[in-house]
């Protein structure tokens, strides 16, 4: 419904492109990442690939993609629009994500980003939950545009950034063309380069430190043979290491936790990541009732995640779920140091770290197309404007992943296996010599790149219809109607060894599925009173929309709202919405796959932990399947494998907002002044998640709860094997909180202009409920890290901004505030507040007709580092509420013609 953007039914926040310049970021992304009404979201700071293996969430890894989410409801509750119309979903070769894909946009094609910060499904359908970020595209210009910006870590010359926008436009007799191209290179981050990140824990120096951590994969082997928990003094080469039963002599000795290897340093803080791409919309009037519209897009990203060298884990207890756990080293084995063919029955497992192959690397390259086209109009009714519009869309998303430094496992059984068996290109493979006893050939025989692809495609027909109907003393009543289809496609397609069940890495299968939804709805605006005492003016408005998927069936979605200014300066407003999210492609047709969270076990005999502090946490864990005799004692710390996968019979998850608010612009203020304030209370019901693994354990050990317990798979030596994440409509979220927004602008004096902004969240509750045997367990995160999936849940954020303006001169001073929040694992360890500080001046001389700029920024200027954070997933931090470490510089040249 066209409407005045100064009186909006609803909260939204606008970033116009100068905004965004402020910021000094060069991903979109970042800067909407920012709101304080946002939570994070995957962003250029997630290294999971090979370290955390694919979400419980059906959409995969996500590597070198970008998402938002609002409300901190996750990226798959937040709807992202381009120019009000559906944007594809993203790829990135590991799973069939439910949301949009930031950095498959161009960012030079943007003109500006409102945020909705509303429940809005019956205004724009399914995923609308937290609210709608709708990216308004450059639809007019005149004549030639161009950027260029450097930018680095100061004193690291690291993470070095290149970002070049380009755009033209014309204009002439009812047609309008823009055009642009865009390059952006975001450089590496190495966590061995940052304090935080040298350990998997941070003030950890050493592997032997009691807080654990550290991989039992090393370099020279961890050997559990014949009772016995080994590792090598030293690497063999060149003879068979000597096995002496008693460990004092020979070259095996007994495996204690300095042994263990530092993974840490091997992984990226933030991942490299390269895009471009170009754009193109044209408008042609054919007269003053119709004009014909076009939008065309096309980007590619390439982008990578590391993580270090393969673990490798063989025998019944490695946990693999495949044939690297029940692998025998035959007797054979020109390598085999013990002189006895190695089973079940003599060995429970042995870990090397391929420290031979090099670094695993995932490197993604992702196509994207996106083209709408449509006509839109204008006509007369009884002396009322009406508007139409139908709209085509077609988008397309392609990933390929490619991984290096993976081994097959039916190769390496018969490389293990007896001799005889192994002719042809087959060589026997070395797995006890340690660090340089892996020849080249071995490699070349047993190792693999490993290669993955995936994709979406988005088919979507729009038609609408709005104007107004008849006069109410506040006005006339506007109505909108229309309806749409939609067809959403998605794949995914692992390397054929993984598919088999034969990879050393994460397993996964394919997938692949599709839905259409045909849908109609509806919005009115009814102005009740105008120019009244008390009563300026005051309008109800309402909206529903009946969808009718191919996956579940019908569903309806009503919202409705009151809008009352008192007197011409003050609005008070309240609305009532009910939403709607319809399963994802990922979540009903995503097969079965591994997440390792980051989490501990309470069931291990190490010190510390609470199966030595409770009696009763022994007795629940010996009958889970823990030894009674005490000897499974895995350190704290480590990384716990969840079976995730997806399920058919998934329904809708629904939700209702409340949203009550208020803006106060005085007329006395001329515009420079306003405040906005909005309380919000969200409920959400039949989730789709599984049960996190965190609290099944913790139900598991602490009441022995029989639901929590089945869900928890160990082996006979206590190791856990899995954990069910399978996807269930299972749960209920709960947040409420309010956001505050100042704006305030002097007028020209002789010291210059200045401006205030300040936007800020204040959070009151969120809350989780999963069921249990009896009941649900509630789980508040106010305050908290959750940590696995990493996030932070303060309870308050705000963004301020003073900018000062004195002929050529602007210098922007921004304030980003975070309060402090505790582990919600340990809630001992507390992560302190953080105040980041970013300074830009721009300087545009009026010799040169003010058609060039030239920016100087540094963000974080006083060089806060991130607070440390014991449970989240890696790099000891949270990447979705903090900066990396570091002050970063940058410098950017514009010019308009």
């Known amino acids: 419904m066209r409407r005045d953007p100064l009186d909006q039914p609803a909260p939204v926040v606008t970033l116009d492109a100068e905004t965004i310049a402020k910021t000094g970021l060069s991903s979109v992304a970042d800067v909407l990442q920012r709101l304080p009404s946002a939570a994070g979201g995957l962003n250029g700071k997630f290294n999971n690939s090979g370290n955390l293996g694919n979400p419980p969430d059906g959409g995969g890894v996500g590597a070198g993609s970008a998402t938002i989410d609002l409300r901190y409801l996750g990226a798959k509750r937040t709807l992202v ?108 981050v190495s966590a061995r380069d940052r304090s935080i990140s040298q350990f998997p824990n941070p003030g950890q120096t050493a592997c032997s430190d009691p807080i654990g951590g550290c991989s039992s994969a090393t370099p020279l082997g961890r050997f559990i043979v014949f009772g016995q928990n080994m590792t090598l003094r030293g690497p063999v080469v060149g003879r068979n290491p000597v096995y002496d039963p008693t460990l004092t002599t020979g070259d095996f000795k ?63 207890d490695a946990g693999n779920g495949n044939l690297l756990d029940t692998i025998t080293i035959d007797a054979t084995n020109p390598y085999n140091p013990f002189g006895v063919t190695l089973d079940s029955s003599n060995y429970s497992f042995i870990a090397r770290r391929l420290v031979e192959a090099g670094q695993r690397t995932y490197t993604q390259d ?35 992943q490619l991984f290096t430094g993976n081994v097959n496992a039916a190769k390496l059984a018969r490389a293990l296996g007896p001799v005889s068996a192994c002719t042809g290109d087959c060589v026997p493979f070395n797995i006890f010599g340690g660090v340089g006893s892996v020849t080249q050939a071995m490699l070349d025989y047993v190792g693999f790149d490993e290669r993955a692809a995936s994709g979406q495609n988005l088919y979507d027909f729009q038609a609408n219809l709005s104007g107004d109907l008849f006069d109410l003393p506040g006005g006339p009543v506007g109505i909108a109607i229309g309806a749409e289809h939609r067809v ?70 009503l919202t409705g709202g009151v809008q009352w200014k008192p007197v011409p300066d003050f609005m008070l407003r309240g609305s009532y919405g009910e939403s709607l999210r319809a399963p994802s492609i990922g979540e009903l047709y995503g097969a079965q796959s591994r997440f390792d969270a980051a989490l501990s076990d309470p069931c291990t005999n190490v010190p510390g932990s609470l199966y030595q502090s409770s009696a009763t946490v022994r007795t629940n864990c010996i009958a889970n399947g823990v030894p009674a005799n005490g000897s499974y004692q895995e350190p704290q710390g480590g990384q716990l494998p969840v079976l995730t996968g997806g399920n058919k019979a998934l329904k809708p998850e629904t939700a209702r907002t409340i949203l009550v608010g208020g803006v106060y612009s005085p007329d006395w203020a001329g515009g420079k002044f306003s405040l906005e304030v909005n309380y919000y209370d969200i409920k959400v019901k039949n989730t789709i998640q599984s049960i996190d693994a965190g609290v099944l354990l913790e139900r598991c050990a602490l009441t022995g709860d029989p639901l929590s317990c089945s869900a928890i798979k160990r082996t006979q030596s206590g190791f856990i094997s899995s954990i069910n994440g399978v996807l269930l409509n299972v749960g209920t979220l709960r947040t409420t909180g309010l956001d505050a927004t100042l704006n305030l ?103 040169a007709d003010s058609r060039f700029a030239l920016t100087l920024g540094v963000n974080n200027v006083f060089d806060v580092n991130p ?21 970063f510089g940058y410098l950017r040249l514009t010019y308009a013609m």
């Open 81 to 188: 629009l381009v120019d009000g119309v559906r944007y594809v979903n993203g790829a990135s070769a590991s799973g069939i994500p439910a949301s949009v894909d930031i950095n498959s946009i161009p960012d030079g094609m943007i003109e500006r980003i409102e945020v909705l910060q509303s429940a809005a499904s019956p205004l724009y359908g399914s995923d609308a939950i937290a609210g709608v970020v709708n990216i308004i595209t450059k639809s007019s210009q005149q004549g030639f545009k161009a950027s260029a910006q450097y930018g680095e870590y100061l004193g690291k010359g690291d993470g070095q950034t290149q970002n070049y926008q380009a755009s033209w436009g014309t204009g002439k007799d009812g047609v309008s063309l823009v055009v642009g191209a865009n390059y952006v290179r975001s450089g590496s």
């Open 254 to 316: 007994p495996f204690t936790s300095a042994d263990r290897f530092n993974f840490a340093p091997y992984n990226y803080f933030q991942t490299p990541n390269e895009r471009y791409g170009g754009f193109l919309n044209a408008k042609a009037e054919f007269s003053d009732a119709i004009e014909l519209k076009l939008t065309a897009v096309y980007n590619h990203r390439h982008s990578q995640n590391k993580a270090a060298f393969l673990p490798l884990f063989v025998g019944p």
């Open 366 to 400: 992702v196509d994207t197309f996106y083209v709408r086209g449509g006509f839109d109009g204008k006509f007369d009714v009884f002396g009322k404007k009406w508007y139409w519009d139908v709209t085509a869309v077609y988008g397309s998303n392609e990933a390929r």
């Open 488 to 557: 959403q496609q998605g794949y995914f397609t692992p390397d054929p060894v993984i598919q088999a069940g034969l990879g050393a890495d994460i397993p996964a299968q394919a997938a692949r599925g599709s839905f259409k939804v045909d849908e109609v709805y509806g919005e009115i605006r009814l102005p009740l009173l105008k120019d009244k005492p008390f009563f300026h003016s005051l309008e109800l408005n309402g909206a529903a929309r009946y969808s009718d998927y191919s996956t579940f069936g019908g569903n309806t979605t």
């Open 745 to 847: 602008r002097s007028g020209e004096t002789g010291a210059g202009a200045f401006g205030l902004s300040v936007n800020a969240n204040f959070l009151f509750k969120y809350q989780e409920s999963v069921p249990a045997t009896n009941g649900t367990t509630t789980t508040s995160y106010l305050g908290y890290e959750r940590g696995s999936p990493d996030q932070a849940y303060p309870r308050f954020k705000s963004t301020s901004v003073v900018d000062w303006t004195m002929g050529p001169v602007t210098a922007t001073l921004t304030g980003r505030y975070i309060s402090a929040v505790k582990e919600l694992s340990d809630t001992t360890k507390k992560l302190d507040s953080r105040f980041y500080t970013d300074v830009q001046i721009r300087f545009r001389p009026s010799f």
């Open 867 to 887: 607070p440390a954070c014991y449970s989240c997933s890696l790099n000891n931090y949270d990447p979705t509420t903090y900066d990396v470490p570091g002050q």
